[in-house]
């Protein structure tokens, strides 16, 4: 199966424009495969405001996310890896998502993956609370 996240990151800037919101991205700058102008990066991240005004040539793909951006008034290439990016937002009001970029994408193991020796797990109980 594809990775899910490029499909939430791409779902959430749809839905960020449709308020009239303006979409930013916070971005690991420290990641593998990550350009962006290492000047504007502050411990390790990079905020970049996503809306179409602001970038030329916005491609959304499900590995990278790249686009042409002004900078100082220089117009700059970018180029993140989705893996990087650790949030999606409105500026306006702050809703959006947040990725633990420590997870993958691979299902959560099954009583049927675990080794031998392993305890098996109990079943969830529902307690009514009053």
């Known amino acids: ?22 979409p930013y991205l916070l971005v690991n700058a420290a990641a593998k495969n990550v350009m962006v102008p290492q000047q504007y990066v502050k411990n390790g991240e990079i905020v970049l405001n996503v809306a179409p005004r602001a970038v030329q040539g916005l491609l959304m793909g499900n590995e990278r996310i790249e686009f042409r951006a002004r900078f100082g008034g220089v117009s700059t290439s970018i180029s993140v890896p989705t893996e990087a990016i650790k949030a999606i937002y409105a500026q306006e009001n702050g809703r959006g998502m ?33």
């Open 98 to 130: 947040v990725f633990d970029n420590g997870d993958s994408d691979a299902p959560p193991p099954s009583s049927q993956d675990s080794t031998a020796g392993a305890q098996p797990r109990a079943k969830p109980q529902l307690k009514v609370v009053k």
């Open 1 to 22: 199966m594809t990775a899910v996240k490029p499909y939430l990151i791409r779902a959430f800037y749809e839905w960020i424009n449709d308020n009239e919101c303006t």
